[in-house]
């Protein structure tokens, strides 16, 4: 998380601070969500089964139930299928470009294989 950088428009470093993370159930620990909350930093991560299950289990103590925002999860998915779309071109999936300009070309190649193909 703390090498994050979001690259700016114009000029200018890089931001070190998102607008918006969306994460997975692993990412769902007391820790990561204090993190994120010290940074000001908004999120959308499920809560797992287990964790709500002690969380109520608490009673009072347990805090109230997380911020879950289900659409914006959602979107999440489409950015991971069209990761695993990438994946199915053998170069991009193997990596065996060992500059990484040359590696960009090559996703930028299989992005617009698929692209073509709709």
Aim: aromatic share 8%.
């Amino acid at each position: 998380m703390e090498r994050i950088s979001v690259p700016r428009i114009g000029p200018g470093r890089p931001r070190t601070r998102p607008d918006y993370l969306s994460a997975g159930k692993a990412y769902s620990s007391r820790a990561s969500r204090s993190y994120l909350r010290r940074r000001k930093i908004s999120h959308t991560i499920p809560e797992p089964r287990d964790q709500r299950a002690n969380r109520r289990g608490r009673g009072s103590a347990g805090g109230r139930p997380t911020g879950f925002d289900a659409e914006r999860y959602k979107k999440r998915n489409v950015v991971e299928r069209a990761i695993n779309r990438l994946k199915n071109h053998r170069a991009v999936a193997t990596r065996y470009d060992k500059r990484a300009y040359i590696y960009l070309g090559t996703i930028t190649f299989a992005t617009l294989i698929i692209w073509l193909r709709g």
